[in-house]
């Protein structure tokens, strides 16, 4: 390691802003609507002088973010037999992505005699 490496402060509060980006047109509003294709930049906060890796890992865990969020999954809606699950939003707990979702058995057997 260098003595730059070595005597480089810590960087601790905000370094960055992640801002996510209205649709520009009716294209992209409908896009959004229909999809969960969403838009988001990266603004890096001027003064902190941060360098390149630091900032490729920023990028990087922002991707990561993203992929466990909202890429890992069987998409919002899907069908498994006879059952539609629809997943509503995903948590974050004891380091797990839990999903909340609703699940409707398309299944007609209430229990009633026919």
């Not at 603004?43 to 973010?65: D, E, V």
């Not at 539609?84 to 948590?91: D, E, M, S, V």
């Not at 797990?96 to 699940?103: A, F, L, M, N, Q």
């Given at each position: 390691m260098g003595r730059e490496t070595?005597?480089?402060?810590?960087?601790?509060?905000?370094?960055?802003?992640?801002?996510?980006?209205?649709?520009?047109?009716?294209?992209s509003f409908a896009k959004e609507m229909f999809t969960d294709s969403d838009i988001f930049t990266m603004?890096?906060?001027?003064?902190h002088n941060l360098s390149p890796q630091q900032k490729a890992t920023m990028?990087?865990?922002?991707?990561?973010?993203?992929?466990?969020?909202?890429?890992?999954?069987?998409?919002?809606?899907?069908?498994e037999g006879s059952k539609l699950h629809i997943t509503l939003c995903n948590t974050y707990c004891c380091?797990?992505?839990c999903p909340c979702k609703v699940v409707l058995d398309g299944n007609n057997n209430n229990g009633g005699g026919g």
């Amino acid at each position: 390691m260098g003595r730059e490496t070595e005597n480089a402060k810590l960087q601790l509060g905000d370094l960055a802003v992640i801002t996510k980006q209205r649709p520009r047109d009716c294209g992209s509003f409908a896009k959004e609507m229909f999809t969960d294709s969403d838009i988001f930049t990266m603004a890096f906060k001027p003064g902190h002088n941060l360098s390149p890796q630091q900032k490729a890992t920023m990028m990087a865990s922002l991707i990561l973010t993203d992929y466990m969020f909202f890429e890992n999954d069987n998409g919002m809606c899907y069908c498994e037999g006879s059952k539609l699950h629809i997943t509503l939003c995903n948590t974050y707990c004891c380091g797990h992505t839990c999903p909340c979702k609703v699940v409707l058995d398309g299944n007609n057997n209430n229990g009633g005699g026919g």
